[in-house]
């Protein structure tokens, strides 16, 4: 092995040995010829340094050495193992050694986002084919955020939401956190209060609660951020993390009145009165209505049918109609007249045949026989058509037949309206009593 340093020449080499018995020692030698071969070499004189996420590093002393002589290239440096985000900055770079080492100065500087830990840090060096290299550490002290619970996709104006967010710290201490929700001019606040105690590794949540305001969606769907930003103590690592928040157009519906029991016999009718409003400036669709839990044999009616609520409340009347035994909401069947009609007439021939008749037979004496057959005849038709059905109508309901009304009982009634994928029931339920 050729010492470091060794000059370039013609070196000769003897090579000697020995073995028992023999009569002397074995002798050879050998010239070895050192020639000048530049290179260099990369070292760290600094141990491995802690910051916050967000912070630079002190320095770490590096000296680039040339092996031999001299080393007259251009050597670059680099790193790598640094966390995500973070950079590193070596004061001078690149350097040519010559006969002489370099001194280099090297920071590392991370951002608020630098994800907490330890780093294994290579510092290399590079000129053409040659490179070398040192190692050193890195740690950082921070902590990463997770969202748990992301605020609602669907939120109303003028209303109050919560999110969720987990924090790890890769270190233990304290730290404070806040939220911004300006960009809707809202309200909001963190729990648990300032200062919060962590522990490395051990994740603790975060509840962001946030108050909407009523002008926060001025179009059909606003998405906002709400950004939440968590700080240690002394200032750093800092993070702020965005939340999204899409404030939609909504609309509700007002309790119905009167809201007490009321009581009607079978047969009668009662009205509601409630309002459709708008959640926020304004509710620019139409929002149509139904109603459930009415009696079977019943009408549940809207007036007007559909709202469109606009930038203020819009007042709507539901009535329930109920139907007695005796009458039927469903119309009569078409040809019920036609056959009163046609009873009325065969019942009106016989005696205009007989009137007929009289005359005939002080003129015609010959067709009296004829005529009272005739009348026979007539009178067995009418009698067969009158005979058709029973006493409840028989099988097509006959004039005399009977319909089912609503049954007595008790009913509660909730009245929901539809508007696209929004769906709202009304916020009380109403209690029907109908009695016979």
């Known amino acids: ?92 770079n690149p350097v040519v050694p010559e006969t002489n080492s370099v001194n280099v100065v090297l920071t590392i500087a991370t951002t608020s986002a630098t994800s907490g830990g330890t780093y294994a840090v290579t510092l290399t ?9 040192a190692k050193t550490s890195l740690t950082v002290d921070g902590f990463r955020l997770g969202v748990s619970q992301p605020f609602s996709t669907v939120a109303d104006a003028g209303s109050q939401q919560t999110a969720k967010v987990s924090l790890t710290p890769s270190y233990s201490g304290s730290f404070n956190a806040m939220c911004d929700a300006s960009v809707f001019s809202g309200q909001c606040s963190v729990t648990p209060v300032n200062p919060i105690s962590i522990a490395a590794g051990t994740a603790t949540m975060l509840t962001v609660t946030v108050n909407i305001p009523n002008s926060a969606a001025p179009q059909p769907s606003n998405l906002y951020n709400v950004n939440l930003t968590a700080a240690d103590s002394s200032g750093l690592p800092m993070q702020t993390l965005p939340l999204p928040l899409t404030v939609i157009q909504d609309f509700t519906l007002g309790s119905l009145t009167p809201s007490a029991t009321q009581t009607i016999s079978a047969g009668q009718s009662v009205s509601y009165n409630f309002s459709v409003l708008p959640v926020g400036p304004a509710f620019g669709n139409a929002v149509s209505l139904t109603c459930s839990g009415t009696p079977a044999v019943s009408l549940c009616s809207f007036t007007p049918a559909s709202v469109t609520p606009g930038g203020s409340s819009a007042a709507v009347v539901m009535t329930i109609s109920t139907t007695s035994d005796s009458a039927s909401l469903v119309p009569q069947r078409p040809g019920r007249s036609f056959l009163a009609w046609s009873y009325a007439l065969w019942l009106g021939l016989p005696p205009l045949a007989l009137l007929g008749n009289r005359r005939r037979r002080k003129q015609h004496p010959r067709l009296t026989l004829r005529a009272r057959l005739l009348e026979l005849f007539l009178l067995a038709l009418v009698l067969t058509s009158c005979g058709g059905g029973g006493s409840n109508g028989g099988g097509n309901g006959g004039i005399g037949s009977q319909q089912q ?31 016979q």
Do not use: K, R, W
């Open 405 to 435: 009304g609503t049954a007595a009982g008790t009913y509660t009634i909730t009245v929901t309206g539809n508007s696209g994928s929004l769906t709202h029931a009304a916020p009380a339920t109403v209690t029907l009593v109908v009695t």
């Open 125 to 133: 060096g590079t000129s053409g084919s040659l490179s070398d290299s």
């Open 1 to 92: 092995m050729v010492p470091v340093g060794t000059e370039a020449g013609n070196y000769t080499v003897t090579v000697q040995a020995t073995t028992a018995g023999a009569p002397g020692p074995a002798t050879t030698s050998f010239t070895m010829a050192v020639t000048a071969s530049e290179d260099f070499t990369v070292s760290s004189f600094t141990a491995g340094q802690i910051v916050a996420a967000g912070q630079t590093t002190s320095p770490y002393n590096l000296a680039i050495t040339p092996t031999g002589s001299a080393f007259a290239g251009v050597v670059t440096l680099s790193c790598s193992g640094i966390p995500s985000g973070a950079q590193c900055n070596f004061t001078p």
